[in-house]
């Protein structure tokens, strides 16, 4: 059983349009996280979900638009796409980020490959 | 804010050779975790440690982590060209809503 899946898996799009990808998580967990892979290899967090509700939104541009309609969910809608925008997209999930013993190792997907002409 | 630096960022090692990846963080935490990455894939977790001293071995690879020297490493024994990957190391930042800071990642590259 996939854990943490992601579609598509490649999008190839021109500049200017709009996109979705979306992530789904069967793990239980509370908690979900959209990061940006950029071609360098470098990983960057963008947003971060717990139980619905955004919490954490680092600094990426207003295009950038998560939604989560359930905890098992979070998805990532990117308007007016640009040639930067090219990149692996991640999504990921783990426990909730309490400051206990408990661990919160995330869980990746797959992975979808954006390409931006 | 918290701070992790990988060292090397790019290593190319002989089949059969040991070699050591180095993690350094700015700020207290006592939970690392080291993740691979094979090209054009996800990222896999290796390793959770969630303590001082704590050491996790699998196979050819060994995590380990010192808090007060604020450093992890990723020791590789005897390596194999299977061992071919990105590494990444995860820091707690323990504060604020980020709960995982990553490195810029090792990429590794196991030669004959």
């Known amino acids: 059983d996939t854990a943490v899946s992601q579609t598509p898996k490649y999008l190839v799009t021109q500049m200017g349009n709009d996109k979705s990808i979306k992530c789904e998580q069967n793990?239980?967990?509370?908690?979900m996280y959209w990061y940006k892979q950029d071609s360098k290899k470098f990983l960057k967090i963008m947003f971060s979900?717990?139980?619905?509700?955004?919490?954490i939104n680092e600094t990426v541009p207003n295009r950038f638009s998560p939604k989560s309609p359930d905890k098992a969910h979070l998805n990532l809608h990117i308007n007016s796409l640009e040639l930067g925008d090219s990149a692996v997209y991640f999504c990921?999930?783990?426990?909730?980020?309490?400051?206990?013993?408990?661990?919160?190792?995330?869980?990746f997907g797959p992975g979808t490959r954006l390409t931006v002409t | 804010e918290l701070k992790v630096e990988q060292n090397p960022l790019f290593l190319s090692m002989q089949e059969g050779k040991n070699y050591t990846i180095y993690c350094n963080y700015s700020t207290t935490s006592d939970r690392l975790y080291w993740y691979r990455q094979d090209p054009g894939k996800s990222l896999e977790s290796l390793f959770v440690?969630?303590?001082?001293?704590a050491v996790k071995q699998e196979g050819r690879l060994m995590a380990s982590l010192d808090t007060k020297a604020r450093l992890s490493t990723l020791h590789i024994t005897a390596a194999v060209h299977d061992l071919s990957a990105t590494y990444f190391c995860a820091v707690d930042a323990l504060s604020g809503n980020t709960p995982l800071v990553f490195g810029k990642g090792t990429r590794l590259s196991v030669i004959a």
């Open positions: 440690l969630l303590s001082n001293g």
């Open positions: 990921a999930s783990s426990q909730a980020p309490w400051r206990g013993d408990l661990s919160y190792e995330q869980y």
């Open positions: 979900y717990n139980n619905k509700e955004l919490i």
């Open positions: 793990l239980g967990h509370d908690t």
